[in-house]
């Protein structure tokens, strides 16, 4: 563990497991307290960890409380970002104001990496990345330079599907980042199986995962590694419905002047409207995806 995390707070359990080399897996907290609707978001940030639990590893929710960077948050402290006014969306940049301000923060994918880096957890879960916004190539999310710049693996369903997918891989590969198929030659696209554009290297095991972020390591290059594993087949939406219901959320993001990190949780919810739920239900079956295969990489990891 980093001593130049001076404000933060590592749970017990994690500390044991990073003693003992268990296998860990970070989780946001963005996606609970900003990505769904309460008790869902509450019932997820649970359920997640609990399938990392079932895969033998040890969870990380990672958040912020009252100014402190807490790694392993408990079920009251989840509780209280999951139903609490106020709660700051929490990217890289913000990390010193919430601390100075000993404010309440949900970490997005960029802050939750450099937080488990700093814990030195090396495996971590999420649902899509940010990346680079559909019409405005100058809009790209702080994630994308996180992974050029933090060694973590980052296990994901690609970028959610309401950015422009060529940008982002064209971002990711100017800037070193290596990315993974998992079962899949194809970039995933968030609710659909596949994009079309074509990754780094497929890999179909947990084992080979773990062999390229060795490497990765053993060269000392700095950036973190991309794994794209497709969303269940089951609950994979056709891509022309989300085609359709992306244009008219970005439609009605324009008319309202919705701009900067307003853009993204407004354009999540539209789409769920849009689809009569349905892309909710792929997001929460993706996540829980995500988190079992991340659970197994931390184990052939640790």
Same mark, same amino acid.
């Given at each position: 563990m980093r001593e130049s995390a001076h404000h933060l707070h590592v749970r017990p359990e994690i500390i044991e497991a990073l003693q003992q080399g268990l296998p860990i897996v970070a989780l946001e907290s963005t996606v609970i307290a900003h990505g769904l609707p309460f008790p869902q978001n509450m019932e997820t940030a649970l359920s997640l960890e609990e399938v990392v639990r079932q895969e033998g590893g040890v969870p990380a929710t990672i958040g912020?409380?009252?100014g402190t960077l807490r790694v392993g948050l408990s079920s009251e402290e989840i509780e209280r970002l999951t139903t609490a006014s106020g709660v700051r969306k929490v990217s890289r940049r913000d990390l010193p104001l919430v601390v100075a301000h000993k404010e309440d923060g949900a970490t997005t994918v960029a802050a939750t990496m450099w937080i488990a880096h700093q814990a030195g957890i090396q495996a971590f879960a999420t649902g899509g990345i940010g990346g680079v916004h559909r019409g405005q190539p100058f809009?790209?999310?702080?994630?994308?330079?996180?992974?050029?710049?933090?060694?973590?693996?980052?296990?994901?369903?690609?970028?959610?599907?309401?950015?422009?997918?060529?940008?982002?891989?064209?971002?990711?590969?100017?800037?070193?980042?290596?990315?993974?198929?998992?079962?899949?030659?194809?970039?995933?696209? *968030?609710?659909?199986?596949?994009?079309?554009?074509?990754?780094?290297?497929?890999?179909?095991?947990?084992?080979?995962?773990?062999?390229? *972020?060795?490497?990765?390591?053993?060269?000392?290059?700095?950036?973190g590694l991309l794994v794209g594993v497709p969303v269940p087949a089951w609950a994979e939406l056709p891509a022309d419905v989300m085609e359709t219901a992306i244009a008219e959320a970005l439609a009605a993001a324009e008319a309202r002047s919705i701009r900067g990190k307003d853009l993204t949780p407004f354009l999540l919810a539209e789409v769920s409207q849009r689809t009569g739920g349905a892309s909710l239900r792929a997001n929460l079956a993706l996540l829980e995806n995500n988190a079992r295969v991340a659970a197994k990489i931390s184990r052939m990891v640790a």
């Open positions: 912020i409380i009252g809009d790209v999310s702080a994630d994308l330079p996180e992974l050029a710049q933090t060694p973590v693996a980052v296990v994901c369903s690609g970028a959610k599907a309401i950015l422009d997918l060529p940008l982002t891989l064209e971002w990711l590969e100017t800037h070193g980042v290596t990315v993974l198929g998992y079962g899949t030659d194809r970039f995933p696209a *968030f609710y659909s199986r596949g994009s079309g554009l074509p990754v780094d290297a497929r890999v179909d095991t947990p084992q080979e995962v773990a062999v390229i *972020f060795r490497a990765q390591r053993t060269l000392g290059l700095p950036a």
